[in-house]
């Protein structure tokens, strides 16, 4: 079957999380949005794996679906209701020096099973301290955690976090590795896939020969509900843990992977250069004309990721390797609504319309990709029809991210606003 | 047959390396290559001067040092396991020697060495009147030993303590050197024939020797007096152990042939942590004239922080850290406690120590590193024995060993014992430990303890290994349980770090009362000069950045401390040092996750 997959999101045990982030409140979400499997995130944290022991039943093989008991049905609207499954997963923080340099490196596991994981759990506790946050900080080489995660089963998998984002990543501008093989030496080979990150799409990957061989994929890596999905990968295949990975192990040649959902780079927190105190957003070139020093700080700029891509690319802009996978890049519906109303993505008004829509036309993902413009237009407003139309077309303004800042949405221009109300008039 | 090594060796290293027959005294100081100097000096006697390895013996003071020792010379030498069988503690070398000998002294080979606990038991039954009296007994006791005939008598229950340590074949720690003693002063021709072995004797930390051990030394040493001793009177701190730094500067009296040779170039640290170290130490009196050097780059000034209390103190060390780390997670950067572009630089974890003088400092500390989520280990220098859980499966362990033995367990569990008793040839230790963790609920922590000691007898079956897990049990230190490939921020006591060094190191609690400490009123002058050691030994630690810690406010034991800068502090120039002073509550309180305390 096909389904959307979101992997990789974190429990409130975790810093800077949403307390939200429940599982019957992930259980909702994910029904909202339109997602089969997502992550449970955090499994090492010894509080949230108790919860998954608790609150999640075994479903398929290597799967979970949470107890009937904690489900909120009655609160999701009847055109979103669908079976969610959670598969085990975590991400681990190795701060550590190779070569002399320090490395800052999230990687992220997902485990075949219980056992598995209070395998990986007992080997980490040795390492570090795992109660602090659900995405734990420890001293070890990510060689090492790979190491661990495959002696605690050979089925389970590591993948490197967000691979592109500078202080805490693999290839990032400050972990300075510059290839998947140099991080993980002789147990590279192990490593089925990598997390694209926010902050780059699949093109930008391909114009590395050395990735060629690594299935790219895309997670929300939430830290509140609403952001499940903001990017997810397509399956088509058989909705357990063992498919799951064979997958993502598969040959590019192979239809059971069938391609991500994507933000518009852009919009991620690290797409270009720059220094946010200082306001300084700039692109490789122009960072390569300064120096890579700030020109109002002085200090160095912050490197982001279409840069370091650029310095380790071996191919050009447009390359496409045979077998590539397609991928969607969209822009979340509450952002799009926040766009048509012209107010803030947290408010009422904003919660309330998503609402609506997804009442009269189905889960986000239905929303964004299959719902007819016509149909949004009858049923919810023009303004949402055409900005999704846009969305679709790729026709929208992104004033990119840089140094942790997100990238700056625009769908419509200015002058499409009436004046009196700040809010839409074209089509009225 | 390569001597390459002689080439990395400035002139004096190579002089001490290449002085083979007759007393030597190598006064090495902080950070001056002494480990480099010492292993290179047996594999110069092994490879240059033909002496068979089984003829020397080095004496270390901690298991650490002895196997690194090992690993460096079998290196050297180009093998993959070190030929030398005797590098070792004292304490270690001594019960090798006492499962050999101990026969004529009417002790079974097999004897026992005793946990504190057991020790405590013990002295109870020989007639202490509680538990606390056979504390204040057991500390008088092993304080007597470790003086070994001091003029003072012998004290409380002495005699029957020890009747009943014999009548239960069993040995405390400190008797490991005194069996040794009397087996060699009793029997001649077993001291004759250790010494006949025993022809090349190297000694580390010299100036650390108590009595016994000084005696040990002498009593072994042969008519060559081919002895070499290393050492540095200004790291002397083991006087509350009996230690004796006198000692040490009368080597020359001991033996008047002796060669002296020092080693003054400093390799470790910048050369103003060198400056700020000598500065410290030169007040003392009691000291063997020296001056430390390095030549490497001036390096970073030494940081002198003044701060409102412990918690203020612990929460700066943690940031200063991350700081260095280039933050440790995005929570740095969304909120600018790290500036953006602020190179994550060369460090880990494991590059940073913090060092105080007590270890009801580290509390605090740990909690600071914990809820920062910052990988941090508190190595208080403590043997294993004492930890609880090891007082759990020690007397499991001992009966399975020996089911003969009488053993206060539950008859329960001496029948699941027996059970598992006639595995003994076929399982592991690693299989043992994990069917007693069935037997008797171990918790996580110990038997990720114990199954890191049993890793080192992959190969054996229990029942041959067991007899030296249990002597690992006794010897060994809590150190030896850390999983290598773990990096972590190192908490420990300036006692427990010396011989090791750190990129960069903290030193916190710099206060009156505290550095130097008063135990109780104020301190002697010799108990001042070696508090002034210790603080050497903590700054000499340190290879790059020094951070001096000092708080306006600090509760110690429950009582409040003066709050003024420890008097050391003025020993060391202005021009070495930046200070500054963090006003309480300069920054402003972390907003962080509510749910992060609670587990």
Redesign the interface.
Known sequence: MKFIADLHIHS??????S?QMTLPNLDQWAQLKGITLLGTGDFT???WFAEIGNKLAPAEEGLFSLKESNRKDEEIPASCRGEIRFMLSAEV?C???RD???R?VHNLILARDLASAAKIN?AL?????L???GR??????SR?LLQITMEASPENILIPAHAWTP??SVLGA?SRFSSIEECYGDLASAIPAIETGLSSDPPMNWRLSGLDRFTLISNSDAHSPAKLMREANLFDTDLSYPAVREALRADRNSKTFLGTIEFFPEEGKYHYDG???CGLRSTPEQTRGYNGL?PKCG????VGVLHRVEDLSDRPKDHKPPAAKPFQSLVPLQEIIAEVFNVGVGSKRVQKEYMRTLSALGNEYTVLTAAPVTGIAQAISNELAEAVRRVREGKIHIDPGY??EYGKIKIFEPEERTLASGQMGLFT | MSLEFLNELNPQQRQAVCHTQGPLMIVAGAGTGKTRTLTCRIAYLVREAGVDPANILALTFTRRAAWEMKQRIAHLLGEKESMLQEIGTFHSVCAKILREEIPVLGYDRDFVILTDEEQIDLLREAGAKNRAEARACLKQISAFKNRHRAETGAPPLFSEYQAALKQRNAADFDDLILLVLRLFETYPEILNRYMDRFRHILVDEYQDLNPPQYMLVHLLTGPDQNLCVVGDADQAIYAFRGAQVENFLNFQEDYPRAQILRLEQNYRSSPVIVKAAEQVVSRNTLRMEKRLWSDAETGERIRIMEVGDEKQEAGWIVSRIEKL???????H??T?RV?????????????MAVLFRLRAQARPLQAAF??????CRFLSGERLDRRPEMRQVRPMLRFLADPEKDAVLPAMIKASLIALSKNREQSSLQDLIRELSGICNLD?ATL?SLK?MASHYPDQTWGSALPFFLQDLSLGRESDLF?P????VTLLTMHAAKGLEFPVVFICGLERGLMPYARDGNPSADEIEEERRLFHVGITRAMKELYLLHARKRILYGKPLPGEPSPFLKDIEEALFQANILQKKSRPPQK??P??G??
Request: aromatic share 8%.
């Open positions: 409130p045990y975790s810093r800077s999380t307390p944290h010894p509080a923080s701060i550590y020096s002399g340099q320090t800052k007992e506790s040795g390492i570090g301290n109660k602090s946050d734990p900080i420890l001293g070890l080489d090492d202080h805490f400050f220094h946010r105190s700030c200090r160095k700029i912050v140094d942790g | 780390l280039g933050g440790t997670s995005m929570f950067h969304d600018d500036q953006a572009g602020e190179d994550p630089g060369q460090y880990s974890f494991s590059d914990e809820q920062a989520g910052i990988p996580e990720r890191a999983d490939r773990a990096q972590a962080e996750n749910q992060l609670l587990f």
